[in-house]
């Protein structure tokens, strides 16, 4: 999550990604540590992304970016 957030924030070219504790009590019902892998996901579907992860940012950033008014 901390990559993508980095992605976005430099996609934006403003912002800072700010890593804030658990609120008591949250911590220990939360998974704190992932990893994700699309590995299972291509042997059952054949799927390959086409769009590496930081485009895919920058072209999600744009597409918003352009229409900030529909979504105020």
Known sequence: MREVADLVVAACGQGTVVDRPYPPGVKEIEVSRYLTSFEKFR???GWEPRVALKEGVE???EFYRGRLAAYA
């Open 43 to 45: 042997g059952t579907t």
């Open 59 to 61: 072209w999600t950033v």
